[in-house]
């Protein structure tokens, strides 16, 4: 099995990491890192740096906050000119599709393989290994990183060129975020109505309205339970690449527009650390609540 070197034991890395280990990959993580004592004692191996990391590693995986925590690793720690020529490097991290293509055009010219492979489904996903993995890159790096990626998720997509995993997860935020949004201001007027909102999202759950967004996160709200499983303000993040990417292809986004301010206004009064759900919180507030 191919030796794998992971960087970003957050939220979503540690459990991502942890299948890996169990499956009998040999993974290799940074002693730096705060789960790190975790992952050794399932088994994980301990670097001390990137460098030495990347020297022992087949396969890179990082899953990291965004685009300057990324080419840091990458460029800024070394981590570019310590592997091994015909390794491959998959960033499950959602960054810039800019980004993504320039670390592939970078590597390439070096002899390494690289796929850009961000991810959707939140803690619960990463925990049960049912993330959806979005995939840019070529044929034969996908079909190489493919085993690794079926021990972290079940619907896993090779969407195509470099950069159009991120483009494609880009897509995907301005879909949870409009939906959390919907959700919100549904129970929201439900709420101040008066009528029980844990009703309104079971009639709702058996109609066309009907989602995971609204089963999992319309049930956060009415337990009150924002946790973060994707913490707001990276989501906040996110919605800036839909917004930037849309600016470049000159695609107008005026829901996503509308969701990211109202993010800003909760990152604003210091509740960026909240569960993505909590976009009901500032509803709840500016309706008297």
Not at 104 to 116: A, E, H, V, Y
Not at 152 to 178: D, E, F, R, W, Y
Not at 272 to 279: E, Q, Y
Request: glycine share 10%.
């Amino acid at each position: 099995m191919e030796k794998i070197g992971f960087i970003g034991l957050g939220i979503m890395g540690k459990p991502m990491a942890t299948h890996l280990v169990k499956a009998g990959y040999p993974v290799f993580v940074l002693s730096s890192s705060a789960n790190a004592a975790a992952l050794m004692k399932e088994g994980a191996v301990l670097m001390n740096n990137s460098k030495e990391l990347a020297g022992n590693a087949d396969i890179i995986i990082t899953m990291l906050p965004d685009s300057p925590e990324v080419e840091s690793v990458l460029f800024k720690d070394g981590l570019e000119h310590s592997m091994i020529p015909g390794s491959l490097f998959i960033d499950m991290s959602t960054i810039a599709p800019a980004t993504s293509i320039a670390i592939f055009n970078t590597l390439q010219q070096k002899g390494i393989g690289s796929l850009d492979a961000p991810v959707s489904g939140g803690q619960t996903g990463a925990e049960a290994a049912t993330l959806s993995i979005m995939v840019g890159g070529s044929e034969t790096a996908f079909k190489r990183a493919l085993p690794v990626f079926e021990k972290m998720g079940k619907n896993i997509v090779h969407i195509g060129k470099p950069g159009s995993g991120q483009i494609t997860k880009a897509c995907n935020q301005i879909v949870v975020g409009l939906t959390i949004q919907a959700i919100a201001e549904a129970l929201t007027l439900a709420k101040k109505s008066g009528v029980d909102i844990a009703k309104v999202r079971a009639a709702l759950l058996g109609g066309f309205a009907q989602s995971k967004i609204l089963d999992l996160h319309g049930q956060r709200i009415i337990d009150r339970n924002f946790k973060p499983g994707f913490k707001i303000k990276l989501h906040r993040k996110d919605m800036k690449i839909a917004l930037q990417t849309g600016r470049e292809v000159s695609v107008p986004l005026p829901g996503t527009v509308v969701v990211a301010s109202q993010m800003d206004a909760i990152i604003a009064k210091g509740d960026g650390d909240l569960d993505h759900s909590a976009l009901a919180l500032y509803l709840e507030s500016v309706s008297g609540l």
